[in-house]
């Protein structure tokens, strides 16, 4: 039969309404609004988590008591499709370095790249439509999505992992190392066959990270990659550490050099 669907929200019908009429059509959806009940937490066979719950809630961690699986769209998205997701994290950049890499793949390529994660009007699981067998998908994780890889175990084949700062404190509660570890689920993860793009100081939290040991290939990137003459669109030298994060991560997509820096002087930022 029919899976059952719990769509369950603190906020009420009318503030959802456009959501609801949608779902609506759907006989195997039930709807628990304005409030959330511990009992709906209990005996599923996962909860799909929303960005911005916090991870503190006690409906999770009755979830998690439970023993029921808590997931979030990103990762779940990388777990269904089973092709190569290149990642990006960190606290700066990230949206640049992450369109980079899809404008030089999708120049160089001439293929339909996927672009997902924390992308605005993109949902990772209508992405699903659009996978095929031998897709890329190129995604901006930030440290709400890297917790559902790190629920999932999973970690992006290629990540890359621009910058920290402390940002999100509220968040985090001025706690930079839970605020440093949900990022980390980035690379925590990968394989041996995997790769880590990053920078000489993110290395060293990593190597401080509890668990975590680096079996993966990592690739140390700054400024000095990009060849001084190198055109790119985007001035600063900030620009130039993104394009040199981005360049790496393609060279371990095995795309030549040249191909790269001709993609990324077209790079319209």
């Known amino acids: 039969g029919a899976s059952e669907v719990i769509v369950t929200d603190l906020k009420r019908e009318e503030e959802l309404k456009e959501s609801v009429e949608q779902?609506?059509?759907?006989?195997?959806?039930?709807?628990?609004?304005?409030?959330?009940?511990?009992?709906?937490?209990?005996?599923?066979?996962?909860?799909?988590?929303?960005?911005?719950?916090?991870?503190?809630?006690?409906?999770?961690?009755?979830?998690?008591?439970?023993?029921?699986?808590?997931?979030?769209?990103?990762?779940?998205?990388?777990?269904?499709?089973?092709?190569?997701?290149?990642?990006?994290?960190?606290?700066?950049?990230?949206?640049?370095?992450?369109?980079?890499?899809?404008?030089?793949?999708?120049?160089?390529?001439?293929?339909?790249?996927?672009?997902?994660?924390?992308?605005?009007?993109?949902?990772?699981?209508?992405?699903?439509?659009?996978?095929?067998?031998?897709?890329?998908?190129?995604?901006?994780?930030?440290?709400?999505?890297?917790?559902?890889?790190?629920?999932?175990?999973?970690?992006?084949?290629?990540?890359?992992?621009?910058?920290?700062m402390p940002d999100h404190m509220n968040y985090y509660k001025h706690d930079m190392e839970t605020y440093f570890a949900d990022k980390a689920n980035i690379f925590s993860y990968q394989e041996e066959s995997g790769v880590l793009v990053t920078t000489p100081e993110i290395l060293e939290w990593a190597k401080n990270l509890k668990g975590v040991s680096l079996g993966q290939e990592v690739v140390l990137a700054d400024d000095s990659v990009i060849p001084e003459e190198a055109v790119l669109s985007m001035p600063g030298s900030h620009n130039r550490v993104n394009a040199a994060l981005a360049f790496e991560a393609l060279k371990a997509l095995s795309l030549t050099e040249e191909e790269i820096l001709m993609s990324l002087a077209s790079f319209p930022g």
């Open 23 to 164: 779902l609506q059509k759907y006989p195997n959806v039930r709807f628990v609004l304005g409030e959330h009940k511990t009992v709906d937490f209990e005996n599923r066979d996962f909860i799909l988590v929303a960005a911005g719950v916090p991870a503190d809630s006690e409906y999770l961690k009755h979830a998690n008591e439970a023993g029921v699986p808590l997931k979030q769209s990103a990762a779940w998205f990388a777990e269904l499709a089973g092709i190569p997701i290149i990642g990006v994290t960190g606290t700066r950049g990230k949206s640049t370095v992450t369109h980079m890499i899809h404008h030089v793949l999708s120049t160089v390529t001439g293929e339909d790249v996927l672009l997902g994660g924390n992308v605005r009007g993109v949902s990772n699981l209508q992405l699903l439509k659009q996978v095929k067998e031998d897709s890329l998908c190129v995604m901006e994780l930030d440290s709400w999505q890297l917790q559902g890889w790190g629920w999932s175990q999973m970690s992006p084949q290629i990540a890359v992992f621009t910058n920290f």
